[in-house]
């Protein structure tokens, strides 16, 4: 055989040959993809709970109209389990009056609907404590505070924790 037999003989493969090769490229570039999915949720998950401190303050207006204080809200994907919640004056030490509602809702509103009420407080300050599971803040919504009836100019803080955490509804199950 000649030198160009055998050149000839290496650029014709074939028409299943080629067709062979392509169907490998797209099983690999499918893996490639696969891979790279299972990496990127490894990448959300591998941090596990964190850790949020709830911290918020406000003043009252000079009518003494209903006060909200936003606490925020988890990112896509995650949820918060709130643990723990202290609203009341500025200080421990200071005496206000109102009541408070703990309210989970994607709006900010003066008047929640009963539906979106998690806990409320007859008179403050409330020292709250809730277990696993008990109140749960799930993006897009946010813990918002409202204050009824609060005292005229004064100063109302809220502090507590949660725990962010991934939101296993969205968590996509890889296949085997």
Request: net charge negative.
């Given at each position: 055989?000649?030198?160009?037999?055998?050149?000839?003989?290496?650029?014709?493969?074939?028409?299943?040959?080629?067709?062979?090769?392509a169907g490998i490229?797209?099983?690999?570039?499918?893996?490639?993809?696969?891979?790279?999915?299972?990496?990127?949720?490894?990448?959300?998950?591998?941090?596990?709970?964190v850790e949020v401190a709830l911290r918020g303050a406000s003043q009252s207006n000079a009518n003494g109209a209903t006060l909200v204080l936003d606490m925020g809200g988890p990112s896509y994907e995650r949820m918060w389990q709130v643990r723990r919640l202290v609203v009341g004056?500025?200080?421990?030490?200071?005496?206000?009056a109102g009541s408070a509602l703990v309210v989970v809702s994607p709006?900010?509103?003066?008047?929640?609907?009963?539906?979106?009420?998690?806990?409320?407080?007859?008179?403050?300050?409330l020292l709250a404590f809730y277990?696993?599971?008990?109140l749960i803040v799930r993006h897009p919504n946010h813990l918002f505070v409202v204050i009824l009836t609060p005292t005229i100019s004064t100063n109302y803080g809220v502090g507590g924790a949660a725990t962010d955490l991934?939101?296993?509804?969205?968590?996509i199950t890889v296949p085997d």
């Open positions: 055989m000649t030198m160009e037999a055998e050149v000839g003989g290496g650029i014709e493969l074939g028409e299943f040959s080629l067709k062979a090769l490229q797209g099983t690999f570039d499918g893996v490639l993809q696969h891979l790279e999915k299972i990496a990127r949720y490894e990448e959300a998950y591998q941090f596990g709970p004056g500025s200080q421990w030490t200071s005496t206000v709006n900010q509103v003066t008047t929640p609907p009963l539906s979106d009420i998690a806990d409320q407080a007859s008179a403050l300050p277990s696993t599971g008990q991934p939101d296993k509804r969205h968590r």
